[in-house]
């Protein structure tokens, strides 16, 4: 009787509990999402998937290959190039390839304590690069006999014995190594540059004859060079120079005892001794053609 009655209860309420956990385990559920079995097949080599209409295009990359960084600066357009693409390299000041120089020089001898010589001396020289150059030069001396010429003769009773020079004229090939810049006061930049020079050369000397009366004579001498210069950059076609040369020769000079009057008989008999002959050399250089252009990548 009991059973009867409690029975429907029962099953209505397993039912209404039933249907309450089928409910809430539905809304937990995420959703199926259903596909064609030809769409889950992976793509074949070759097949490059067609792009979607609402991805963005991606970005164009800068000339150079490298990719655009987080404070790029936009020159032009879409176009974004990085600030470390930016390389300032201080071009020279001076270009001497292809140009001819014109160097006119001053100079004095160093190292001879008994006569010194005044040298006038002009320079052509044409630069086949940058750093390599071929010139020829031309000189000529004007002696002075200094003041130990004469204090000799008076101590010791005799006159020294010397020679003059009278031209000279070399083949010279010219390296330059060196390059640099340096400040005036912390205001002006001034470029400058250092090369060496060496060449085949010939110079005259001529004996001065202690006696007067006696005829002198004259040495053609083979004359190789060596020198240091330096150059500083004024303008476009103008520098100025400072440099040492070494004009290296062996001269023949009037032997002690003398007695032949001429010339040619003295030098028979001549004594010879090698001589450097060291001259400190000032000058200006121009420079054809007067400008340059910078035709090439930097």
């Excluded at 937990?28 to 792009?51: L, R, S």
């Excluded at 071929?134 to 000529?140: D, L, N, Q, R």
């Excluded at 076609?237 to 032949?260: K, M, Q």
Aim: aromatic share 12%; with cysteine; glycine share 6%.
């Amino acid at each position: 009787m009991m059973r009867r009655n409690y029975l429907p209860i029962l099953v209505f309420f397993l039912v209404a509990v039933l249907g309450l956990t089928t409910s809430a385990y539905a809304q937990d559920e995420e959703p199926e999402m259903t596909f064609d079995e030809d769409e889950a097949k992976d793509p074949e080599p070759g097949d490059d998937p067609e792009p979607e209409g609402d991805e963005p295009e991606p970005e164009p990359e800068p000339s150079g290959g490298r990719k655009a960084v987080k404070g790029d600066s936009q020159l032009s357009g879409d176009t974004k190039v990085s600030w470390q693409d930016i390389v300032v390299v201080v071009r020279k000041p001076f270009l001497k390839t292809n140009r001819i120089e014109l160097l006119p020089t001053w100079g004095v001898t160093m190292n001879d304590n008994i006569i010194r010589h005044v040298q006038f001396n002009a320079a052509l020289n044409y630069f086949l690069t940058d750093v390599l150059a071929v010139g020829i030069e031309g000189h000529v001396y004007f002696k002075d006999l200094r003041e130990p010429f004469d204090l000799v003769a008076r101590q010791a009773r005799r006159l020294p014995t010397v020679n003059k020079y009278n031209y000279g004229a070399a083949l010279n090939f010219h390296y330059v190594p060196i390059y640099g810049k340096c400040a005036i006061f912390d205001k002006h930049l001034v470029h400058l540059e250092s090369f060496f020079s060496a060449g085949a050369a010939s110079t005259e000397s001529e004996v001065i004859p202690r006696d007067p009366a006696l005829q002198p004579f004259k040495n053609f001498l083979v004359t190789p060079n060596i020198g240091a210069s330096m150059r500083f950059f004024i303008t476009k076609f103008l520098t100025v120079n400072i440099g040492v040369r070494d004009y290296i020769f062996v001269d023949r000079f009037e032997a002690v005892g003398r007695t032949e009057v001429s010339g040619d008989a003295a030098k028979e008999r001549a004594d010879s001794t090698l001589i450097n002959n060291v001259v400190l050399q000032m000058g200006v250089s121009f420079w054809f053609p007067t400008s340059f252009e910078y035709t090439t990548f930097r």
